[in-house]
């Protein structure tokens, strides 16, 4: 709409200066968003294909563990932390452990065990800081990060991320306490 009124006010009317330096911002804001918008596509098909490699990879790491230990599981989340490290959380109640599934190791835990499990959200006045599970047994700490980089806590990331780990953290401690 804009381009008609450029194109229709260069053919009858001579432009002036202001109208010369906004037909010059105005093919500049067009070009970075052309910009963005083929570039940002692009990364985000490239995303896309990662994180559905990673879910394949700890899907299969899934079903081969389930089948392996001829487990039926009572609650299952797969994560992705926004280091783009996975893990999917997976709790038992036959064998009364919690199972996190990684791309390279399978830690179980046993409900009996735990000395201490906590969320760890740490924020200062706008941002998050970050946000994890911590899992303390007798013979190691595990630590799952749901967040590590530095985000607004108002953006839409930073709540899903805070929302996540308090989901995570209230269904095990749930499960956990039957």
Do not use: W
């Not at 806590?153 to 930073?158: E, F, G, K, P």
């Amino acid at each position: 709409m804009i381009f008609i009124y450029i194109i229709f006010k260069m053919s009858y009317i001579a432009l002036m200066k202001f109208e010369y330096i906004l037909l010059i911002i105005l093919i500049i804001i067009s070009i970075i968003n052309f910009y963005y918008f083929f570039y940002g596509r692009r990364l985000k098909n490239k995303n896309n294909k990662y994180y559905q490699e990673l879910q394949l990879k700890l899907e299969d790491r899934y079903s081969n563990y389930i089948k392996k230990n001829n487990i039926t599981p009572l609650y299952k989340k797969l994560i992705v932390s926004d280091d783009n490290k996975g893990f999917i959380v997976l709790i038992s109640n036959q064998q009364s452990k919690i199972i996190f599934i990684e791309e390279k190791s399978i830690n179980q835990i046993d409900f009996n065990k735990i000395k201490k499990f906590d969320k760890i959200i740490e924020k200062d006045k706008k941002n998050l800081i970050k946000a994890e599970i911590l899992i303390q047994t007798n013979d190691n700490i595990f630590v799952y990060k749901f967040g590590t980089k530095k985000r607004k806590l108002n953006s839409i990331l930073a709540k899903f991320i805070i929302d996540n780990c308090n989901s995570t953290y209230s269904s095990i401690e749930e499960l956990r306490n039957k």
